[in-house]
């Protein structure tokens, strides 16, 4: 069965540092994608990056950076440069498969950026 | 482009009662999951439907069930409600299954908050 394991309930960061909030896996299923979510205190879920595990180089976008490490099972988030609009619940996720399928989470880190 | 709509936001019901929740996703989008999000449990997944078919189901009891209509549009509904069934319910739609080059990455809706008295 596949598993997310998220260790850091709760994270500060000064404002303009970089921050990195840890995810480790388990799955059996060579094939997958892994994920990481953002979800502010107004609740709705905000999708940052996206990992497959075929893909040979790190994703990035704008300020995140996934640290993928297939052998460890590990796909940390690097946020660069912190904003105050960054505290929020942040959640990491994996699908196994080629297909649509079911998306299994972690139990999220909260982040505080402080000013 | 409109996002994932959900209604209501917010119900208040009683033990016992049932309750039906809506979901509209992007358009275009054919892939439709629920989950429920509890302080306690975290994200579970419930469903997926994908083209008017369920395609994944989570590990929650008979009294929760879904469907799909031809429009994409997604419905999930509760019956005798528990007090443990509080929580926000969350759908989301995917590209995912329809090409081979989208990653699937699922948007969400504003998610709808059930009390159960």
């Known amino acids: 069965a596949q598993k997310i394991t998220q260790t850091q309930p709760g994270m500060f960061v000064q404002e303009k540092e970089a921050v990195t909030l840890d995810c480790t896996y388990d799955?059996?299923?060579?094939?997958?994608?892994l994920f990481w979510y953002k979800q502010p205190s107004s609740g709705e879920m905000i999708f940052l990056i996206y990992?497959?595990?075929?893909?040979?180089q790190n994703a990035t976008e704008g300020r995140y950076s996934l640290n993928f490490q297939k052998a460890r099972k590990s796909a940390n988030l690097v946020i660069s440069a912190s904003q105050l609009g960054d505290s929020a619940m942040y959640f990491c996720?994996?699908?196994?498969?080629?297909?649509?399928?079911?998306?299994?989470f972690g139990d999220g880190t909260t982040l505080t950026v402080k000013p | 482009k409109a996002g994932v709509t959900q209604t209501p936001r917010y119900l208040i019901k009683t033990r016992g009662q049932q309750v039906t929740l809506s979901c509209s996703p992007i358009s275009g989008h054919r892939s439709v999951s629920w989950y429920q999000q509890t302080p306690g449990q975290g994200l579970q997944f419930l469903f997926e439907?994908?083209?008017?078919?369920?395609?994944n189901k989570g590990n929650f009891p008979g009294r929760f069930s879904g469907r799909q209509f031809s429009n994409s549009r997604s419905e999930m509904n509760v019956s005798t409600l528990e007090l443990g069934d509080s929580a926000l319910y969350l759908c989301a739609s995917s590209l995912k299954g329809q090409g081979q080059t989208n990653t699937g990455e699922l948007f969400f809706g504003e998610g709808s908050r059930l009390t159960v008295l």
């Open positions: 990992q497959g595990s075929y893909d040979q």
């Open positions: 439907y994908f083209s008017e078919t369920q395609r």
């Open positions: 996720a994996m699908r196994e498969g080629r297909g649509a399928g079911k998306s299994t």
């Open positions: 799955t059996s299923d060579p094939s997958y994608g």
